[in-house]
């Protein structure tokens, strides 16, 4: 279904992006990877995994992983607001939910508006995750890959984290069994 | 009657009985004296015969006729048994599989001439040397009891009628001379002359097909007439080169016999029927939403207290859950149901490389989910391929390295706990890593820096690469370096694992782990900080409180006595959100067991038991060693499902 939406709009000299705020500043996604925005809702936490994997929700029966997008950017954490929303993306077949400070708006521009991303965007974000910078009217959106948010090599990354990062005594070790005579 | 509802059914079981028949000619190949096999066969392929016969299917009909006069011959050892004739047959469900494919496919029919004309090479050889000219004919002439039973409904329902009408009704067999060149031009003459004085209800073989088999020289009729037998066989005899008439008068009697006959069949066939997996698919996931909305009605009831209303629900609870027992029983099947394809395939595969192989199989009666054990099945024979083609080496290389000539192959299934775990073992000449390496870091997989840092276990892991493969030839089985690569995405896309242990010279096995399908399991919900966690109930061996002075750290491990055991104990607090749960009330732990291990885990709080719906989660979760899936509860929110194996 994404695809096809993807399809028509080469057709048309125009891209749809869904726009978000994160802190100050404006991103994108293309709206063929987005599923659907849904509100904040109970979020179980899943232990041991990356920091920034916030846990998962019910989608329809469906269990999706949620990414709070201000750690996966290294931002300062804020307290959660009516405006926060989990933006659902698609990523081939895979489901994943993205905590985002609030969605602005679909916005339509022409391909010619996307620039290439430049090297330094921010301190914080790897120009690896941008498509492109699209230039508005008084405003610079930048639009993510989201590919490269949850790549292989990300996820390989998240693991390592996930690992090493617990500090934990549960290792696949030996089975200690002492029986006492 | 509409034929194509009960093609659904005939390809199903034929497709069975194929299996049969290459389980027995492998029997037969070892020991040519086993009757009981021989006699089996018979009977199977007797069965073929009639059923296809009824759907008119001719082409499967006269293949599986021509291999019953074959067996026929070697069961009354008329004919020596030896390998020619016993590749011959495998050559005959060959080519029945392929027929039977074509039915299946709707594809057009393919006579099997090459193979008929072995067959009956295989009954005239024999005939000649018994120097009896007469049995020199590739038909059996069937008896009118077969006959009737082969008859379409339509068919048979002309013939009560002619019958019920009084008209002379028979079954005429007629023999043309051995000496005609054009049998099937005769026939049609006797067909054409026949047709002024009666009707011809049913023809065998059907009039298109008389003459196609190599030396048939008789054909069968069913013919309604007003005049007398004397009268038509003179009719007949007008034709020129006809040897014979036999004349068999059909009466009333005998067609209701077969009516019984057949009614009875009927009745037995009720037991089992087939059903499209597709149903039993949306079957099952009714009864997980249900359940699902069972637990939120409980827990609405809950609030309510009403007596009733609670034992109403008790009985709809036990309900769901006899009805989730009998959809999932449905779906099993025992994992035989793919391996018993494997002896003949493995069969052809060693003959093909000149190897000699034994193939062990073991625990097919372990039963599994029909969905799963048809998406792995690729996988196996993916699996057994690499080992034949480059596990076990040739003959000759065996006894130079001072091994048994012939290579063996296990393939064994067990559960582990709820998972199935499949085995595929060969004696082989194992895996050469460094080879593999090398091939990987040539295929720009893997950097030579990163290659070198590797462990061989990761270096193993390399041949799941697409593209990488050590074989030096391309053979048309295996060795382009695609298979392994798919096998790993397809386990790993069932929530599964693959292992690999080698040992250079010794041989090679391979693990498949798979999850359940079991979609619902029994779980203990417990607390842990403000989360809701599920443990499968079957890794659950007992709940105990116990005291902080029955807890001893030995390194850095805590570990516990019960009774007489003592037992490491994780607290779930500090290993899941880094906080200790030390109250001086004492500590709630699940004694949970894998794989005999046994280990306590410290939890906040027991919730309860209950039946859980198994989700599989995606990406990157799945990676996590700490949880196998995740459930709804009846609330609507998500627990995780915990791996007990991360802890034993």
Same mark, same amino acid.
């Given at each position: ?49 990356? %920091?920034? =994997? /916030?846990?998962? !929700?019910?989608? $329809?029966?469906? #269990?999706?992983? @949620? ?8 931002? %300062?954490? =804020? /307290?959660?607001? !009516?405006?926060? $929303?989990?933006? #659902?993306?698609? @990523? ?8 985002? %400070? ?23 974000? %790897? ?55 | ?648």
């Amino acid at each position: 279904m994404a695809k096809d939406r993807g399809k028509i709009e080469l057709k048309g000299d125009e891209v749809q992006l869904v726009s978000f705020i994160l802190g100050d500043e404006t991103f994108a996604i293309d709206v063929a990877q987005v599923h659907e925005i849904v509100r904040l809702e109970k979020i179980t936490t899943v232990p041991r995994m990356a %920091d920034f =994997i /916030e846990g998962v !929700v019910n989608l $329809r029966g469906q #269990i999706t992983t @949620v990414i709070d997008m201000r750690k996966r950017f290294s931002m %300062d954490s =804020i /307290e959660r607001s !009516v405006q926060s $929303r989990i933006i #659902i993306g698609e @990523v081939g077949s895979f489901q994943f939910g993205m905590i985002v %400070d609030a969605v602005s708006e679909v916005i339509r521009v022409s391909p010619d508006d996307i620039a290439p991303p430049p090297e330094i965007v921010t301190n914080n974000i %790897d120009s690896s995750y941008l498509k492109g910078i699209c230039k508005l009217p008084g405003n610079l959106v930048m639009l993510l890959n989201l590919d490269s948010i949850l790549s292989e090599e990300e996820i390989a990354q998240i693991d390592k984290v996930a690992d090493f990062g617990g500090g934990a005594v549960a290792s696949p070790s030996m089975p200690v069994k002492i029986k006492e005579d | 009657m509409n034929i194509s509802k009960y093609n659904e059914s005939f390809i199903g079981e034929a497709n069975e009985q194929l299996t049969e028949m290459n389980k027995l000619l492998l029997i037969l190949e070892k020991d040519h004296k086993n009757i009981d096999a021989l006699n089996d066969f018979f009977r199977v392929i007797h069965t073929l015969k009639g059923t296809s016969a009824i759907l008119g299917h001719m082409e499967i009909q006269n293949v599986s006729h021509l291999m019953e006069d074959l067996l026929d011959k070697l069961r009354s050892k008329e004919i020596d048994f030896n390998q020619e004739n016993i590749d011959i047959l495998f050559e005959g469900v060959d080519t029945l599989e392929t027929m039977i494919d074509n039915v299946a496919k709707e594809k057009k029919q393919i006579h099997g001439k090459e193979l008929i004309s072995k067959l009956n090479a295989s009954l005239i050889s024999e005939a000649e040397k018994t120097a009896d000219k007469e049995s020199n004919t590739a038909d059996e002439i069937l008896d009118l009891k077969d006959i009737i039973f082969m008859l379409k409904p339509e068919e048979k329902k002309t013939l009560g009628a002619e019958i019920k009408k009084g008209s002379n009704t028979s079954l005429i067999t007629i023999i043309i001379d051995e000496k005609c060149k054009l049998v099937e031009g005769r026939a049609h003459q006797i067909f054409r002359d026949l047709k002024e004085f009666g009707s011809i209800i049913r023809s065998v073989p059907d009039k298109e097909e008389i003459g196609i088999l190599e030396g048939s020289r008789s054909f069968q009729i069913i013919f309604s007439t007003s005049k007398n037998e004397e009268e038509i066989e003179d009719v007949i005899y007008q034709t020129p080169e006809v040897n014979n008439i036999i004349s068999e008068p059909i009466d009333s009697l005998s067609n209701q016999k077969v009516e019984e006959n057949n009614r009875s069949k009927t009745i037995s066939a009720g037991e089992t029927i087939r059903v499209n997996v597709q149903l039993l698919d949306a079957l099952l996931n009714l009864v997980g939403e249900n359940m699902i909305n069972n637990i939120q009605i409980n827990q609405i009831a809950s609030q309510h207290k009403n007596k009733n209303l609670d034992v109403a629900l008790k009985a709809s609870n036990r309900l769901t859950e006899d009805l989730q027992h009998y959809v999932l029983q449905m779906r099993m099947v025992p994992i035989d149901h793919i391996f018993r394809l494997f002896p003949r395939m493995v069969r052809d595969m060693a003959k093909d490389g000149d190897k000699e192989i034994n193939l062990v199989l073991e625990g097919g009666d372990i039963e599994m989910d029909r969905g799963l054990l048809d998406e792995i099945g690729d996988s196996l024979v993916h699996l057994l391929r690499n080992a034949i083609d480059h596990g076990i080496e040739p003959s000759d290389a065996r006894m130079k390295a001072g091994k048994e000539k012939a290579g063996t192959i296990r393939l064994s299934a067990h559960r582990d706990q709820s998972y199935i775990v499949i085995d595929i073992s060969d004696d082989g000449k194992g895996i050469d890593v460094d080879r593999l390496t090398k091939a990987a870091i040539e295929k720009g997989n893997v950097s030579e820096k990163d290659a070198e840092a590797m462990n061989v276990d990761e270096r193993l892991s390399l041949m799941f690469l697409p593209g990488v493969t050590t074989a030096k030839e391309i053979t048309d089985i295996s060795g382009r370096g695609v298979g392994l690569d798919v096998v790993y995405s397809k386990i790993n896309s069932l929530g599964g694992t693959v292992n690999i242990k080698t040992d250079v010279g010794k041989g090679t096995k391979m693990t498949i782990k798979l999850p359940p399908t079991m979609a619902i399991i029994k779980a203990l919900l417990i607390n842990i900080g403000d989360e809701t966690y599920a443990l499968p109930l079957e890794n659950v061996a007992e709940t105990v409180l116990i005291n902080h002075e029955m807890v001893h750290t030995v390194g850095k491990r805590d570990m516990f006595k019960l009774r007489d055991e003592i037992l490491p104990l994780f607290d779930l607090n500090n290993e899941f959100i880094g906080a200790s749960t030390r109250d001086d009330s004492g500590l709630s732990a699940v004694i949970v067991e894998k794989d005999s291990t046994r280990v306590g885990l410290i939890v906040n709080d027991f919730i309860g038991q209950q039946e859980i719906v198994v989700k599989t989660v995606g990406g990157e979760l799945r990676r996590s060693k700490y949880f196998s899936g995740a459930t709804i509860l009846g609330d609507g929110s998500v627990a995780m499902i915990i791996d007990v194996g991360a802890f034993t």
